[in-house]
């Protein structure tokens, strides 16, 4: 499947779970097939790397359950705001132990900012700096960085070091209304105390930027 088909086939799916108001929910996020450009200098040979990408949802509807517990139009409506026209927000690499799958995990709990952070640390650990084997056991190796074994995957990999650094990182994928900035580091949205839970602040949180996002890249709120 292209982008193009699994673009249409997430506008489809989401469409449905709306109209069936959650029932029967299908997962509209599908990989497909994407290419990337890869530059010499970093590679034996410059060219174009065919990669399997999927899209993926700010929170997953379990998380949305667990705020709006038994308000089911709260749910509805929070879905519309989280889901529909958001093919393009967030997007990873779908192979075995991806980001996708990996920022579900205790350290980040679906937590789209600390996330950021940590793929932040990604990019100071390998700037300015060949790629090598040393460099792949130092990532896989590195406790700090909590998403080091999706990073250690070739394709993600290859995929984050196109945008060379960090800031282009978020310019190019649009994602300046989802990182806050604290001396020329991501930081949390909310109070350290509530280090990685995902809850009724941080959502809150969620919706206020996810809401900005989408009036600045002209999708319906």
């Keep these: 499947m292209n982008k193009k088909e699994a673009r249409e086939a997430y506008d489809r799916i989401v469409e449905n779970n709306i109209s069936n108001r959650l029932k029967d929910y299908q997962d509209p996020d599908i990989p497909y097939e994407d290419a990337i450009i890869i530059k010499k200098s970093e590679w034996n040979n410059a060219g174009e790397m065919r990669i399997r990408m999927s899209s993926d949802g700010l929170c997953s509807v379990n998380k949305m359950q667990s705020i709006c517990m ?54 100071e650990v390998i700037a300015k700096k060949d790629i090598s084997f040393d460099l792949f056991q130092y990532i896989v190796n590195d406790s700090q960085l909590k998403l080091r074994y999706a990073y250690y995957n070739i394709m993600t990999f290859s995929w984050l070091k196109q945008f060379e650094e960090f800031e282009n990182f978020i310019n190019q994928n649009k994602l300046t209304e989802f990182i806050k900035m604290k001396d020329g580091k991501v930081v949390p949205w909310i109070a350290e105390k509530y280090e990685n839970i995902f809850c009724k602040e941080y959502f809150d949180e969620l919706c206020d930027r996810t809401i900005s996002y989408k009036r600045n890249n002209g999708i319906a709120v």
Excluded: H
């Design 70 to 123: 038994e308000d089911a139009d709260l749910l509805l409506e929070k879905y519309v705001l989280l889901r529909k026209g958001m093919f393009d927000c967030l997007k990873w690499p779908s192979y075995a132990l991806s980001i996708n799958t990996l920022r579900a995990n205790r350290s980040f709990n679906e937590r789209i900012d600390l996330t950021l952070a940590d793929i932040q640390k990604f990019y």
